[in-house]
Each structure stands twice: as structure tokens, then as C-alpha cells.
């Protein structure tokens, strides 16, 4: 597999509107505001073979959960017993690394259900048991996290064996797809908050004043007459709790 080809620059959330990639409830199928399919110089179409983008490797061993960059408060999850889904409930995951597949790689245990993976499977995400010595089950078990490939600050996370192919979701329902239009670059970038850590932050509000890092902004105080009024304030990190 080449790795030679040279990684496309990721996205800055304010390049685009917040309007242009938000979810909006009652629209499951059409909730892009902008609807356009494109190729720019930054996607070059779905992506293929290029593996110059995978982070490090990620310290195995963390309980993470998994949210939506683009529907504030919704989290990988499990309906119907085994059906990956995006849901105000998250289900945690063991974070296995390497992962099933190799070095390089990455696995999700469910928390809750210890022995069963993330996997992908015809097309779909499901969270299932199966033989972890079977190669076609670590393949499909086994993901390339990649940090800022589609936006700055948001992961993504791409099949080991169908370059160009990344978990994303769709009406709610996770799957594996190839990555062509912005609406399709939204769906498939998460944030993975490491709960193991205690370090998690709200992500609807990280969400909200990440855009606002590197800005000068008034915050207003009442804490005592002396210092009471409004101040203007850098913010150069997220301090959220």
C-alpha cells in the first residue's frame, strides 16, 4: 500500500458557515444547507491508498465515547442489540491499540458488551462478537484513526483494507462510505473524548467555543463592584468543565 502520496490539507471550522454542515432535526435525509457534491484541491474525491495521514499510535487501554461533529450531543451507540447509531446515549468503548488488524491500527471493545466489536459489514456498522484469530474479522474490526484529516481538532477513521472508506453516519445510522461531498466529510468526523482520563470536556460546548480559540472576546463579571462589567478576554486553549 503506497504511503507516499501527499497528505490533502484538513479543513478550519470557519472556512464554512456553521449552517452549511449542522444537522437540523425533522430533516434526516436532505439537512445540508449547501446540498452541493464537489472535488476541491483539498479532497481530490474519495481517498485512495493514502495512508499519510494516520496519527500515531494511540495509547490502548482508554474508555473512550465517540461523538458527532456535526449533531452537537449525539454519540456512537447501540440500537436494536447490535446496529451502530448515533444517539444521545453513548455507548463507551474499550479503545484496543494496536488493533485487531496490526500495528497502525485501532479497535473498539464495547464497555458493555465485552467481546464485542465495531466492525463494518455490508456497508453498514454493526457492534458484534466474532473469531478475533479470523483475518477477515480483525480486517473488519480495524480502523486508521486519522486527526484532522477532514477538519482541524475533529478524528476520522478509515477502513484498513478500503482506503478511502470512513465510519460516518447517515440518518443517524453509522456506516461505511466512501468520502466525496463536504455533507459527506461532516458525517464522517468525530470527536473521541478519553473518559479513563477524567480530561472529557461538554462536547456541545466545545463544540460552540472552538470557534472562538485565538479570538478576543468580552466576558462580563459581577464577582465584586472593583471588577464588575465587561473585559475583553483571549482565548488560546478550551478551559471548559
Known amino acids: 500500500m503506497s504511503r507516499e502520496r501527499r497528505a490533502p490539507e484538513p479543513q478550519i471550522e ?4 456553521e449552517e452549511d454542515y449542522n444537522y437540523i432535526d425533522g430533516y434526516d435525509d436532505e439537512y445540508y444547507a449547501d446540498g452541493e457534491e464537489y472535488f476541491d484541491e483539498y479532497s481530490g474525491g474519495p481517498n485512495r491508498g493514502d495512508q499519510s495521514l ?6 490502548g487501554g482508554q474508555i473512550v465515547r465517540v461523538a458527532s461533529k456535526n449533531r452537537p450531543g449525539y454519540y456512537w451507540s447501540i440500537d436494536e442489540g447490535i446496529e451502530g447509531y448515533l444517539m444521545e446515549q453513548p455507548e463507551m468503548f474499550t479503545l484496543v491499540s494496536p488493533g485487531l488488524w496490526g500495528a497502525g491500527s485501532v479497535s473498539f471493545q464495547s464497555v458493555t458488551k465485552p467481546g464485542r466489536y465495531l466492525r463494518h459489514r455490508d456497508g453498514k456498522i454493526w457492534i458484534e462478537e466474532g473469531d478475533i484469530t479470523d483475518r477477515q474479522f480483525q480486517e473488519e474490526c480495524s480502523w486508521f484513526s486519522k486527526m484532522d484529516h477532514f477538519f ?3 478524528i476520522s477513521f478509515e477502513s ?3 482506503p478511502g472508506w470512513f465510519i460516518r453516519h447517515r440518518s443517524r445510522r453509522l456506516e461505511l462510505s466512501e468520502i ?3 455533507g459527506d466529510r461532516n458525517d464522517a468526523a468525530f470527536i473521541m473524548g478519553d473518559l479513563s482520563s477524567g480530561m472529557e470536556v ?3 460546548a466545545e463544540e460552540q467555543w472552538r470557534k472562538y480559540l485565538g479570538k478576543t472576546v468580552e466576558v462580563e463579571t459581577r464577582r465584586c463592584r472593583a471588577t464588575s462589567g465587561r473585559h475583553p478576554v483571549k482565548l488560546d486553549r478550551l478551559g471548559l468543565s
Open 160 to 162: 484498513v483494507t478500503r
Open 54 to 59: 494516520v496519527s500515531p499510535e494511540i495509547e
Open 202 to 204: 461538554s462536547v456541545a
Open 180 to 182: 466525496v461531498s463536504n
Open 152 to 154: 482541524a481538532g475533529f
Open 14 to 17: 470557519e472556512e464554512y458557515l
